[in-house]
Nanobody
Framework: VQLVESGGGLVQPGGSLRLSCAASGFTFSTYDMNWYRQVPGKERDLVARISRYGGATNYADSVKGRFIISRDNAENTVYLQMNSLKPEDTAVYYC??????WGQGTQVTVSS
C-alpha cells in the first residue's frame, strides 16, 4: 500500500495550492479518503473527507468555503484544492485511506 502526496510548497496569504495523493496497492474506489493536517506539537486534525464514489464530502469548519476535496477513481488519486490560504493553514498535510493507510505528508507554508 502506498499513498504519495504532492503539491505542497510556499504560498502567499490569499493564494491557492492543489494537493494530490496518488494511491496504489489497494482498491482505491472502495475506500473513503481523507486529508488531515498537523502542526508541530499538536494533534493531527481532519481537514476534509470524501466518500468512495465522491457523492459526499465533509469539511472542518476552519476550511469550509475555501477548500475542495475531490477524487478520480480511474486515476486512483484524491485532491485537495486549497483557496484563500491563510497563515494558519500552514501545516504538514497527510492523505489517509479510511483511517487505515497514511501518506508521508507534504508541507504547506502560507507566508508573505
Amino acid at each position: 500500500v502506498q499513498l504519495v502526496e504532492s503539491g505542497g510548497g510556499l504560498v502567499q496569504p490569499g493564494g491557492s495550492l492543489r494537493l494530490s495523493c496518488a494511491a496504489s496497492g489497494f482498491t482505491f474506489s472502495t475506500y473513503d479518503m481523507n486529508w488531515y493536517r498537523q502542526v508541530p506539537g499538536k494533534e493531527r486534525d481532519l481537514v476534509a473527507r470524501i466518500s468512495r464514489y465522491g457523492g459526499a464530502t465533509n469539511y472542518a469548519d476552519s476550511v469550509k468555503g475555501r477548500f475542495i476535496i475531490s477524487r478520480d477513481n480511474a486515476e486512483n488519486t484524491v485532491y485537495l484544492q486549497m483557496n484563500s490560504l491563510k497563515p494558519e493553514d500552514t501545516a504538514v498535510y497527510y492523505c489517509n485511506a479510511a483511517g487505515l493507510y497514511w501518506g508521508q505528508g507534504t508541507q504547506v507554508t502560507v507566508s508573505s
